[in-house]
Nanobody, 130 residues
Framework: QLQLVESGGGLVQPGGSLRLSCASS????????VGWFRQAAGKEREGVSV????????KYANDVKGRFTISRDNAKNTVYLQMDNLRPEDTGVYYC???????????????????????WGQGTQVTVSS
C-alpha cells in the first residue's frame, strides 16, 4: 500500500518561500504521477501542480504558474513543491496525491482533478501572513 507523507509547511510572510516534500514509505513512486493539491478553509480542494511519473511533464494551476515549481527525485522516492513569492491566498492545507498513469491520467486534461487520485497524504499547513 502506497503511503505518502508531506512535510515542509509553516508560517511565512507574503513574498516568502517554502519547499514542500512528499515522501513515499516503502513503495517506489517510479510509476506514479504525483500531484499537489490544497484546500483553504471553507473551500473545495483544488489542484496546484502535477508531475508525470518520469518527471518529463508538469502541469500548474494558472494562479501558481511562474511562482511554484514541482520536481521529483525518484531515487529518494520524493516529490517537491518549491513555492516562491507566496501570497496570502496561497494559505491552506497542502496535500500530495499519487496515481498510476493509466486510465484517466493518460490525459493531462485530468491531472489537476483530485477525484482521479487514490493515494493521499495527511496534509501540511501553509499559512502566508504578515
Amino acid at each position: 500500500q502506497l503511503q505518502l507523507v508531506e512535510s515542509g509547511g509553516g508560517l511565512v510572510q507574503p513574498g516568502g518561500s517554502l519547499r514542500l516534500s512528499c515522501a513515499s514509505s516503502g513503495v517506489s513512486l517510479d510509476y506514479y504521477a504525483v500531484g499537489w493539491f490544497r484546500q483553504a478553509a471553507g473551500k473545495e480542494r483544488e489542484g496546484v501542480s502535477v508531475i508525470s511519473s518520469s518527471g518529463g511533464s508538469t502541469k500548474y494551476a494558472n494562479d501558481v504558474k511562474g511562482r511554484f515549481t514541482i520536481s521529483r527525485d525518484n531515487a529518494k522516492n520524493t516529490v517537491y513543491l518549491q513555492m516562491d513569492n507566496l501570497r496570502p491566498e496561497d494559505t491552506g492545507v497542502y496535500y500530495c496525491a499519487a496515481e498510476t498513469m493509466v486510465g484517466a491520467l493518460r490525459s493531462a486534461t485530468n491531472w489537476l482533478d483530485a477525484d482521479e487520485y487514490r493515494y493521499w497524504g495527511q496534509g501540511t499547513q501553509v499559512t502566508v501572513s504578515s
